[in-house]
């Protein structure tokens, strides 16, 4: 790492772990009959770099090990193992404010619908990338816009599969009206959750609303961080779902995620949140998330 300045390093991925090698990032691929390619049968996690450190990663393992259950895929490899990619993928790639990647596919075989057999070896992928820290306080400091959308995924939103087109065209058409991030909203006008993020609103009286965790979200690591700072805080916390016109007429309004730790939402559809500006109370769960986050050496 040693002489490298932040300016100076470098945003891409630069080295790619594929199955027990790092690879350069041209070189770095998997099988054309890849299951995660042909059946999005594959899981993944992203946990955030911080000042050199892994940023709870046991939450995100955990919920690794709970994703590879649910879709029967074997673990790849023990908790050790594990921990030594994640870091050897951060160190080649000299990240120190960034994101790291792990992706775990059922493995490569025959397409066929049914599974392979049970000796079939899944398929780990893991890279590692910087993020610019300024452009990311600048979106904090500006807050950012969300678009809604209808929610069309299917009924396990709770298992991180990369079964992520119905996320992918949610951010594109929120990208088309200027927005960061999409809403999903379910059938009864309640938001659901973010394309890659968790939906939370305060109400008037300064209470926390966010959807209590069940098969139609992701329950987010950075999710359940923040509700050990709400707890530590004694600020209220009332876990259900919100309509669109009440994050419309919230005082404040944010997003969590890996990626974006706890960041202010500004307008949605184009209206205001409150005064239009960053919430009071989202600056400083912000600032306070990574005192109560898992930060380990990486
Ligand atoms: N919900 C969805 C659909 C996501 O994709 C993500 C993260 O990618 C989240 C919520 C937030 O999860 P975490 O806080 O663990 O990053």
């Given at each position: 790492?040693?002489?490298?300045a932040a300016s100076a390093r470098p945003l891409v991925t630069r080295f790619v772990y594929v199955n027990g090698r790092y690879l350069p990032y041209s070189q770095a691929a998997v099988h054309a009959e890849d299951r995660g390619f042909q059946f999005a049968d594959a899981v993944y996690?992203?946990?955030?770099?911080?000042?050199?450190?892994?940023?709870?990663?046991?939450?995100?393992?955990?919920?690794?090990?709970?994703?590879?259950?649910?879709?029967?895929?074997?673990?790849?490899?023990?908790?050790?193992?594990?921990?030594?990619?994640?870091?050897?993928?951060?160190?080649?790639?000299?990240?120190?404010?960034?994101?790291?990647?792990?992706?775990?596919?059922?493995?490569?075989?025959?397409?066929?619908?049914?599974?392979?057999?049970?000796?079939?070896?899944?398929?780990?992928?893991?890279?590692?990338?910087?993020?610019?820290?300024?452009?990311?306080?600048?979106?904090?400091?500006?807050?950012?816009?969300?678009?809604?959308?209808?929610?069309?995924?299917?009924?396990?939103?709770?298992?991180?599969?990369?079964?992520?087109?119905?996320?992918?065209?949610?951010?594109?058409?929120?990208?088309?009206?200027?927005?960061?991030?999409?809403?999903?909203?379910?059938?009864?006008?309640?938001?659901?959750?973010?394309?890659?993020?968790?939906?939370?609103?305060?109400?008037?009286?300064?209470?926390?609303?966010?959807?209590?965790?069940?098969?139609?979200?992701?329950?987010?690591?950075?999710?359940?961080?923040?509700?050990?700072?709400?707890?530590?805080?004694?600020?209220?916390?009332?876990?259900?779902?919100?309509?669109?016109?009440?994050?419309?007429?919230?005082?404040?309004?944010?997003?969590?995620?890996?990626?974006?730790?706890?960041?202010?939402?500004?307008?949605?559809?184009?209206?205001?949140?409150?005064?239009?500006?960053?919430?009071?109370?989202?600056?400083?769960?912000?600032?306070?998330?990574?005192?109560?986050?898992?930060?380990?050496?990486?």
């Amino acid at each position: 790492m040693g002489g490298v300045a932040a300016s100076a390093r470098p945003l891409v991925t630069r080295f790619v772990y594929v199955n027990g090698r790092y690879l350069p990032y041209s070189q770095a691929a998997v099988h054309a009959e890849d299951r995660g390619f042909q059946f999005a049968d594959a899981v993944y996690e992203v946990c955030e770099v911080k000042g050199g450190r892994l940023v709870d990663e046991t939450g995100h393992m955990q919920r690794l090990a709970r994703s590879l259950a649910e879709l029967r895929i074997s673990e790849p490899m023990a908790r050790g193992a594990w921990s030594r990619v994640l870091r050897e993928t951060i160190r080649r790639n000299r990240v120190t404010d960034g994101i790291v990647y792990l992706q775990v596919s059922r493995g490569a075989g025959p397409r066929d619908f049914l599974f392979p057999p049970a000796e079939a070896r899944p398929t780990v992928v893991c890279l590692a990338r910087s993020v610019s820290q300024r452009r990311l306080e600048a979106a904090a400091d500006a807050g950012i816009a969300v678009k809604t959308v209808p929610d069309p995924r299917w009924a396990r939103c709770d298992i991180k599969t990369v079964m992520l087109l119905p996320a992918s065209l949610a951010r594109e058409a929120a990208r088309a009206e200027g927005a960061r991030e999409a809403w999903f909203v379910d059938a009864d006008g309640f938001v659901t959750e973010g394309a890659a993020s968790n939906a939370w609103i305060v109400d008037s009286a300064g209470r926390l609303i966010t959807r209590a965790v069940d098969n139609r979200i992701l329950r987010g690591v950075t999710r359940t961080t923040l509700i050990d700072v709400l707890k530590r805080e004694a600020i209220e916390l009332v876990e259900r779902a919100f309509t669109v016109d009440e994050a419309r007429t919230a005082r404040e309004a944010f997003i969590t995620s890996a990626t974006n730790t706890v960041m202010p939402v500004v307008r949605i559809d184009g209206r205001p949140v409150g005064n239009g500006a960053p919430g009071i109370l989202t600056q400083r769960l912000r600032s306070e998330f990574h005192a109560s986050a898992e930060l380990a050496e990486s």
